[in-house]
Each structure stands twice: as C-alpha cells, then as structure tokens.
T-cell receptor, first 116, second 114 residues
Framework: SAVISQKPSRDICQRGTSLTIQCQVD?????MFWYRQQPGQSLTLIAT?????????ESGFVIDKFPISRPNLTFSTLTVSNMSPEDSSIYLC?????????????FGPGTRLTVL | QKEVEQNSGPLSVPEGAIASLNCTYS??????FFWYRQYSGKSPELIMS????GDKEDGRFTAQLNKASQYVSLLIRDSQPSDSATYLC??????????????FGKGTLLTVNP
C-alpha cells in the first residue's frame, strides 16, 4: 500500500466559491481517482487522472465543475467550482499502479466539504 | 450500466457468530473482486481481493467467488465488535493497465453486538 494524504481534511465554504483539494502519495502511482461519497451513500467515481493526460470524467461530471490536475506521479488536485449545498460531501482520492500494485485501489483519508 | 448489488442490511450478529455478506454483479467479464471495510467517518480500507472461483481465506475473513452465478461473498468468522463497519463490495471493470475502474456496491452495515 502507500501513505496517502489529503488537504484540507475538512472545510466549510460559501455558495458560489471554489475549493481545491490536494492528494499526495508517498510513492509513484500510475492512476489517481477522485470519488464523492454523500452521507449514507456508496462511492461515486468522479474522474480518473493519469499523469500526462487529461482526466477522464464519469457520466454526470464535467471538467468545468470539477477540474483536475495531475502534474506528476505523486500528486493530484480536484477543484470543486461554483459550489452549491448539493456539493456537500466527502471527497476521496484513491491510487493504483506502480509501487502500490496495479489491480486495486488504496484510499486517502478524505476531505469533508460542507457548503452553506 | 454495470452494477454491483449488495444485500441491503443492516446486518446484526452476536459476538462470536459468523457474519455473511453477499454481492452480485452484472458484468460477466469482470475478473477482479474486492471487499473494503469502512468505519464510520473513515475512508475505505481494502481487506480482501479474490480473482478465481472458490474460497480465499485470510485470518477470520473468507471471500468466496462464483463467476458462473456472478456472486461474491465475504464471511467473517468469530465476529468481534471491532468488525462493526460498512462493508463495500467492489468489482473491477475494464481491461486493466490505464483503462480500468472499480464499481462499488452501496455497502452493507454490519453491527456485532457484544
């Protein structure tokens, strides 16, 4: 596995603002994934981010709302833009490939976002 | 739409009993299956993976896979209160390499009563 950190761990934001969440891994990984988990729900994949290419978004998620960066093999950011209360959720990054193995995913601790 | 279904729960068992968690999946070509445990307020933690038909044991945990029935289960023997968590079934979808993702079930909340 790997040590994965996310910043911030939690935040309370105002409607209409944007928040950038960082995900840092202590070793090189091929793939980084961003999920959303709303209260009492399972995980919904937002997008997959591979280093050196554009992120691949799942149905219902668009780049303008959730821009993602993946500048290197250990780091990614997810921005939640123009937030509304419906964006209140836990946002999780996960990693796969290279030093952590290719066949599954390991999760960071999550970012708890509340939008007022 | 490739789906992963889990028994709805919540599931409550007494301490020391066997907890049985079930999962079915719709994508017949899926080859890799995972169980994650998620404590309240925490992120998912991988506890078991299984790739071949049959049973795979790891301590008190046994994963069972039946690809013909598109069914995967997790048995927890000698359940402990510390096993109380939500258990998520995940199925790998895609061809691997840089082109795959996990599809998660909704999870089953397990409570082990002392």
């Amino acid at each position: 596995s790997a040590v994965i950190s996310q910043k911030p761990s939690r935040d309370i934001c105002q409607r209409g603002t944007s928040l950038t969440i960082q995900c840092q891994v202590d070793s090189q990984v091929t793939m980084m994934f961003w999920y959303r988990q709303q209260p009492g729900q399972s995980l919904t994949l937002i997008a997959t981010a591979n280093q050196g290419s554009e992120a691949t978004y799942e149905s219902g998620f668009v780049i303008d709302k959730f821009p993602i960066s993946r500048p290197n093999l250990t780091f990614s950011t997810l921005t939640v833009s123009n937030m509304s209360p419906e964006d209140s959720s836990i946002y999780l990054c996960s990693v796969s490939g290279r030093t952590v193995g290719t066949d599954t995913q390991y999760f960071g601790p999550g970012t708890r976002l509340t939008v007022l | 739409q490739k789906e992963v279904e889990q028994n709805s729960g919540p599931l409550s068992v007494p301490e020391g009993a066997i907890a049985s968690l079930n999962c079915t999946y719709s994508d017949r070509v899926s080859q890799s299956f995972f169980w994650y445990r998620q404590y309240s307020g925490k992120s998912p933690e991988l506890i078991m993976s299984i790739y071949s038909n049959g049973d795979k044991e790891d301590g008190r945990f046994t994963a069972q896979l039946n690809k013909a029935s598109q069914y995967v289960s997790l048995l927890i023997r000698d359940s402990q209160p510390s096993d109380s968590a939500t258990y998520l079934c995940a199925v790998k979808v895609g061809s691997g390499g840089s082109n795959y993702k996990l599809t998660f079930g909704k999870g089953t909340l397990l409570t082990v009563n002392p």
